[in-house]
């Protein structure tokens, strides 16, 4: 079997090339009054991808540790990169292309514009494992940016019976229908990816780390999630109403997850204040 190696020189540059060819708002981002390169900033880049700005820098200058394929995925999205350039980028890396799956973790360019063209409307890509893809600016302040690097720290799924912060953000009345929910569509995609290492490795370790997971999995109740209800207690505006609308790919494997303002409802407005509160939050820190 070929033994594959990292090419530092050739991912260094890279990525560095790419981020010249991505404008900030295509991602999201407000071009600023006072922009030196031509695309992206590093440490954009780095926020985008979910990974420390001080890697990231560490990667464009050839040194530091060898990216994990999950980051180098993240990094892919950030990139707004096709295909054949996330394969490419996974080569100079010293790991082989993402194989075996229909789309995977690579999100087109054309569904991450979309993203970017609902300014005021929560969207997020998700796998139908439960891992977050991609968000949107307002969705990473609505619901918080996740970990796109670690193998499970982006799976809402996992975070959801993991980690008590996620659960503070949602009435504890509804936190029982929620665990259902999320495991009643996490049995559902693990019974169409049967044989798949990775689905059965996240179901093995909630089962470890959770008695509630492993209760509600042993029900056997299955259930592909399509449309609901939210409240987020979101601790700068307050309680949120919303409504979930999740499209399907027509691979099966990804999803655009939609939460829009109920009709007759304040939600709107808190989303406009959200929106405009994070734009002034970007300045100041620029």
């Given at each position: ?13 890279f ?12 991602v ?5 009054p ?30 530091g540790p ?18 054949d ?21 690579h ?15 929560p969207a ?20 918080g ?67 509630e997971f492993?209760?509600l ?17 979101h ?29 007759g409802?304040?939600?709107?407005g ?8 994070g ?8």
């Open positions: 079997m070929l033994r594959m190696t990292i090419n530092r020189r050739e991912l260094a540059d990525p560095h090339r790419s981020r010249d060819r991505v404008q900030p708002q295509e999201g981002l407000p071009a600023g006072r922009r030196r390169t031509p695309g992206l900033r590093r440490e954009e880049v780095a926020q985008l991808a979910g990974m420390p700005a001080d890697y990231y820098v560490r990667l464009e200058q050839a040194r060898q990216p994990s394929p999950q980051m180098l995925s993240a990094l892919a999205r950030a990139l707004r990169l096709s295909s350039e996330c394969d490419h980028l996974h080569l100079l890396a010293g790991h082989r292309p993402p194989a075996g799956r229909t789309s995977g973790d999100v087109s360019p054309g569904l991450l514009h979309l993203l970017d063209q609902l300014p005021t409307t997020q890509v998700l796998s139908d494992l439960g891992d977050v893809l991609a968000q949107n600016a307002i969705a990473r302040a609505l619901l940016g996740v970990c796109t690097v670690s193998e499970h720290g982006r799976n809402v799924v996992w975070r959801w019976f993991t980690d008590p912060t996620v659960r503070a953000a949602y009435p504890e009345e509804d936190h029982e229908r929620y665990s259902r929910v999320h495991v009643a569509d996490l049995r559902a995609a693990t019974a169409r990816r049967a044989g798949d290492p990775a689905a059965a490795r996240l179901v093995a370790r909630l089962s470890e780390a959770s008695d492993r209760t999995w042993e029900l056997h109740e299955v259930a592909v999630r399509r449309h609901s209800r939210v409240r987020v207690l601790h700068e505006i307050g309680s949120v109403y919303l409504g979930c609308q999740v499209l399907l790919a027509p691979e099966g494997d990804q999803r655009l997850v939609l939460f829009t303002p109920p009709p409802t304040d939600a709107m808190r989303l406009a204040l959200l929106e405009v509160m734009e002034e939050r970007f300045f100041l820190a620029g």
